[in-house]
Structure formats: C-alpha cells, structure tokens
C-alpha cells in the first residue's frame, strides 16, 4: 500500500508519519529532534496532514483480553435475501464486533469479533443466525498486529 498524494506527502511527512504512528503521543519538538525540523514545522505538516485526511485519527489501543475477553474470531455471514440492509444497521450495535466489512465472495460480511469465552460465543452467534448463514473461525494467535503502520522509518 502506498501512498498517492505525493505533493502533499514528502519523505519528511513520511517519517513525521512513522513517528506518529510507533507513538501517537511523541511531542512535536520529540519528532522534530529526529526528522530535522522545529517543533512548529512538525505541528504545521502534522495540521496540514490532519486537514487533508491523510491522518484521520489518534487513538488507545485497548487489551481485550485484559478486560475479560479471551477469546477472538472472525466471523464470517452470508446474508439471507433481504437480510443485508437490515444486518448493516443491527451489527453497529454489537458490542463484541470490533471491526466489520462488506466483503465480496461467497460470504457478504466478515467480522472480528471479541468473547468472554465460548458460551458468550455461542450466544453471539444465535444473534446472528436470523440475518443469515455464518462460518467461525477462531483466532489462535495474531501473526501481524496493527497493519496500519505500513509506512517504516
């Protein structure tokens, strides 16, 4: 994946990005320190960044695990006919969904979703069953975490 703004995205906004992205709360004159810049130029790319879109937000990674739920799946739905539409809003207010896509395929929808243990899954799927025919995967370990740091100092 790369980016194609390239007017709005030099190799200095590349590493102010990287920066950011290994430590969202580093200070500008700490990112500046490393990238050659004043801590106000660092605060005007990361602003102008932030106005473009480029950067769309900041936030804490939470251990789910550590909060009870020790078990992860990807969940994967094949919507019922005129099912779908309804699915798409139900699913916004599921607490265990942490993330949630329309997929092409077989299957209309994949979910990452979040459990207790395996009776809070059992639970969670007989929800789902109404919208739709559904496959479970369980996630035994997490072989790359947060993608999202694609871009690299």
């Not at 500008?28 to 990361?46: N, Q």
């Not at 969670?124 to 035994?140: A, M, P, Q, W």
Request: net charge positive; hydrophobic share 40%; glycine share 6%.
């Amino acid at each position: 994946m790369s980016i194609t703004l390239k007017t709005k995205v030099d190799a200095l906004n590349v590493k102010i990005l990287g920066f950011l992205q290994q430590n969202a709360r580093a200070s500008f004159a700490e990112i500046g320190r490393k990238v050659g810049l004043t801590s106000p130029a660092v605060a005007e790319r990361v602003k102008k960044m932030e106005d473009l879109g480029i950067i769309e937000n900041y936030s804490t990674i939470v251990s789910h695990s550590k909060l009870g739920y020790q078990l992860k799946a990807m969940i994967t739905l094949r919507a019922f006919v005129g099912k779908l539409k309804p699915f798409l809003e139900i699913v916004k207010t599921f607490d265990e969904v942490i993330n949630c896509y329309r997929i092409t395929g077989n299957e209309n929808i994949i979910m990452e979703v979040v459990l207790k243990d395996q009776y809070h899954l059992e639970k969670f799927i007989d929800k789902l069953i109404t919208y739709g025919e559904t496959r479970t995967h369980i996630v035994l370990s997490q072989v790359v975490s947060d993608a999202s740091t694609f871009i690299k100092n």
